[in-house]
């Protein structure tokens, strides 16, 4: 069983940053990949970044070039650097993992509200 805890989210004018950070604990070794969502009311959860085993990471466009996910294996932790905030980076964010445990299993943090004000 493995359980993720996100913090770090808050209130923060357009063009602030924040860093988020989510904690994993339980088994989490074969792990495959980390990741941030975040969503909206009313839309569906996107994805924003991902970081795969072999250290290989990947942004949504709308977030290109101003976010930024690093993972500190010894803590478990993964973190999002996100600068140059905008109000449509509004959200609730929630940290994802997916290892192999005889089979693939993903797990979900409870997510992180980010407000940007203009």
């Known amino acids: 069983q493995v359980q993720l805890v996100e913090s770090g989210g808050g209130s923060v004018q357009a063009g602030g940053s924040l860093r988020l950070t989510c904690n994993a604990t339980?088994?989490?070794?074969?792990?495959?990949?980390m990741c941030w969502y975040r969503q909206t009311p009313g839309d569906q959860r996107e994805l924003v970044a991902s970081?795969?085993?072999?250290?290989?990471?990947k942004y949504g466009d709308p977030v290109m070039g101003r976010f930024t996910i690093t993972i500190d294996i010894i803590k478990n932790t993964a973190y999002l650097q996100m600068n140059t905030l905008t109000v449509y980076d509004t959200a609730a964010y929630y940290c994802?993992?997916?290892?192999?445990?005889?089979?693939?299993?993903?797990?979900w943090g409870q997510g992180t509200q980010v407000t940007v004000s203009s």
């Open positions: 970081y795969s085993s072999g250290g290989i990471k």
């Open positions: 339980g088994t989490t070794f074969n792990t495959i990949s």
């Open positions: 994802n993992i997916a290892l192999i445990d005889s089979i693939l299993r993903t797990y």
